[in-house]
């Protein structure tokens, strides 16, 4: 069974900076993809970021140029540097992983995720 567990978040300021990383156990790292997902009450749960398994990054169009995805295969983590964030960025942040062949022939955006992490609270203040 593969655990992910997703740290960081809080509040900030629009235009600040907040980290997330997830941490993934349970499965050879190196074989996941992974991805970042946020979702508003009541919303669609929206594609943010993914890596596939050796670490190469996709970033959704709302996100790309302030966003960054970094897959350390060596330490098992996903990170997310979210730099110049605005309130619409605020959302309960998931992580996800799934077995490679989920992505093989898909973007990390869109492939079928098996795993989720609890969610960790992201809010822009303006």
């Known amino acids: 069974q593969v655990h992910v567990a997703e740290s960081g978040g809080g509040s900030v300021q629009a235009g600040g900076s907040l980290r997330l990383t997830c941490a993934a156990s349970g499965y050879t790292y190196s074989s996941l993809c992974m991805g970042w997902f946020r979702q508003l009450p009541g919303k669609e749960r929206e594609a943010v970021a993914g890596a596939d398994s050796d670490g190469t990054p996709t970033y959704a169009d709302s996100v790309k140029g302030r966003f960054s995805v970094f897959k350390d295969n060596g330490r098992n983590t996903l990170s997310l540097q979210m730099n110049n964030l605005n309130p619409e960025d605020t959302a309960m942040y998931f992580c996800?992983?799934?077995?490679?062949?989920?992505?093989?022939?898909?973007?990390?955006?869109?492939?079928?995720?098996?795993?989720w992490g609890q969610g960790a609270q992201v809010t822009v203040v303006s």
């Open positions: 996800a992983a799934t077995p490679r062949g989920y992505c093989l022939t898909t973007s990390p955006l869109r492939a079928e995720y098996n795993y």
